[in-house]
Structure formats: structure tokens, C-alpha cells
């Protein structure tokens, strides 16, 4: 009788524990490679922005990015003439926030090449749409009191 009831609360705490179904679907169609086509902002000027603490919008556009979720970790390629070029890698985690509009939040942790982060600092985004061939991902921030969303539009290649 004992062991029934160890096994069943084993069972119960791994099943408490498992990732979601639709976490692990998302994570089967994130994997592979990415292309950032375009950054675009909710609200119309021109702004100044440095996306990840790294480099500007214009840098980014046009980057690829490589995701490995078994390990969850990735890695971004800036290319464009006039940044400084090369391979970032990164943490990532995909969070599922709302069954029923299937919304996603996703913590990107830039690191090193070994997965270890200097600053420990991270980048929550909402991952709003997802399919085998597009990525939106969203970020709210706040200007001049009101919010304000990045969209990051991604096609994979």
C-alpha cells in the first residue's frame, strides 16, 4: 500500500512539474532558423533604440537567429555594414500565459558562447503568433507615460 501511494505522488509531482503541450509544440516549430525582417512600433516618429542592450533596429533587421530548444539556447547573427557584427548567444524560455489566446511570454538571457550570463539580465517578450513559416514577437514599453509595443516580425528560412 505504501509503495501505491509513494508511486502516485511521484506521479503527480512529475506530471505537476511536465511542460505544457503547447509549450513543447511551440518549441518544435521555433526550432531552426529565423530571419528578423522588420521592427515596427504602435505608435508612428522615429525613436531611438537599442533592442537587448546590444545594437540599434537598424542593426537588427536582417539578423538571423538559431534556435536549439532541447537545451533551450540560440544564437543571433548581426551582419549589417556599419554594427558590430558577429554571434550573440542566448537563454531562452518559452511561457505559456493564456490558454485560450494561445499568447506565449518568452525570456531571452543574452550569455556567452558557454551559456553563462555577465549581467543575469533578461528580456521578457510576448510571443503573439507563431506558425511553421512566421514569428511576431512584442515587447511593451513605456513612453511619455503611455505604452508603447515593439514588434519584431520573423520568417523562417
Same mark, same amino acid.
Given at each position: 500500500?505504501?509503495?501505491?501511494? +509513494? =508511486?502516485?505522488? $511521484?506521479?503527480?509531482?512529475?506530471? !505537476?512539474?511536465?511542460? @505544457? ?8 516549430? #521555433?526550432?531552426?532558423?529565423?530571419? =528578423?525582417?522588420?521592427?515596427? +512600433?504602435? *505608435?508612428?516618429? %522615429? ?7 546590444? *545594437?540599434?533596429?537598424?542593426?537588427? *533587421?536582417? !539578423?538571423?537567429?538559431?534556435? #536549439? @530548444?532541447?537545451?533551450?539556447? &540560440?544564437?543571433?547573427?548581426? &551582419? ?11 537563454? $531562452? ?9 494561445? +499568447? +506565449?511570454? $518568452?525570456?531571452?538571457? @543574452? ?8 549581467? &543575469?539580465? &533578461?528580456?521578457?517578450?510576448? =510571443? !503573439?503568433? =507563431? ?8 515587447? %511593451? ?5 503611455? @505604452? $508603447? ?7 523562417? #528560412?
Amino acid at each position: 500500500m505504501k509503495k501505491i501511494i +509513494y =508511486l502516485l505522488t $511521484f506521479s503527480l509531482l512529475v506530471l !505537476s512539474c511536465a511542460t @505544457p503541450q503547447a509549450v513543447r509544440e511551440s518549441k518544435a516549430v #521555433i526550432k531552426g532558423e529565423w530571419v =528578423l525582417n522588420s521592427i515596427t +512600433y504602435s *505608435e508612428s516618429g %522615429t525613436y531611438s533604440i537599442r533592442l537587448l542592450n546590444d *545594437e540599434s533596429k537598424d542593426c537588427f *533587421e536582417g !539578423s538571423t537567429w538559431r534556435f #536549439i @530548444p532541447n537545451n533551450n539556447t &540560440g544564437v543571433y547573427t548581426i &551582419g549589417s555594414a556599419g554594427c558590430k557584427v558577429g554571434d550573440r548567444h542566448f537563454n $531562452f524560455e518559452i511561457q505559456q500565459i493564456d490558454a485560450s489566446t494561445g +499568447y +506565449y511570454d $518568452f525570456m531571452l538571457k @543574452p550569455t556567452d558562447e558557454r551559456g553563462r550570463s555577465e549581467t &543575469g539580465q &533578461g528580456f521578457r517578450m510576448r =510571443l !503573439s503568433y =507563431l506558425s511553421e513559416s512566421t514569428m511576431v514577437w512584442q515587447q %511593451t514599453l513605456t513612453v511619455d507615460a503611455r @505604452p $508603447f509595443t515593439l514588434n519584431m516580425n520573423f520568417s523562417k #528560412i
